[in-house]
């Protein structure tokens, strides 16, 4: 057995630099066509809200925030201003690792929550009566508390809006 895994090890050894990608980037590679000028990052681009959803936030929680509750990525469908009604739930939503470590500014972020949030957006009707919109100020303040234990605030937020009397639909459930 010994021998065996020298020889795995051996071949593993010899095969490394050619079955592994390139780590140094090559400085002679050109752009694509069209693709020359400098990327403008994320955070000093100027996209609407509708947009930056598009670019990071999507890719999990899909175009209407339906979310993917088979790889525990819960539904904010007419849902997610429900956090808005229970003590902490607006923290969370700026907390949670999408938002607070997203490429997004802080005005950004608050600009994105806000528009997700609206009542004819993907809050669908769940944001309560008289929402104060997110601030630059707000969001920066609380993305810099992170959250230690994620699955565990969540559930108790959920657990806090059940004692309100908010139904929590199965795809929200963690």
Not at 121 to 148: D, L, T, W
Request: charged letters at 20%; one cysteine or more; proline letters at 8%.
């Amino acid at each position: 057995m010994q021998s065996f895994t020298r020889i795995i090890s051996l071949c593993l050894i010899l095969a490394s630099p050619f079955g592994e990608a390139r780590v140094i980037p090559d400085t002679t590679q050109k752009p694509a066509p069209g693709n020359e000028a400098q990327q403008t990052p994320l955070s000093q681009a100027n996209y609407s809200p509708a947009v930056n959803y598009q670019l990071q936030c999507l890719g999990c929680h899909l175009t209407n925030g339906e979310g993917a509750p088979r790889n525990d990525i819960p539904q904010m469908t007419d849902f997610v201003g429900n956090f808005l009604k229970v003590e902490g739930g607006r923290e969370f939503l700026v907390q949670v690792p999408g938002s607070s470590q997203s490429a997004l500014n802080d005005q950004q972020l608050a600009d994105l929550l806000n528009w997700m949030l609206k009542n004819d957006g993907i809050a669908g009707g769940s944001s309560p009566e008289g929402f104060k919109p997110y601030s630059r100020a707000e969001v920066s303040a609380y993305r810099k508390e992170g959250i230690q234990d994620l699955p565990g605030v969540r559930r108790h937020l959920l657990e806090q809006m059940e004692k309100i009397g908010i139904t929590i639909p199965e795809a929200v459930m963690p």
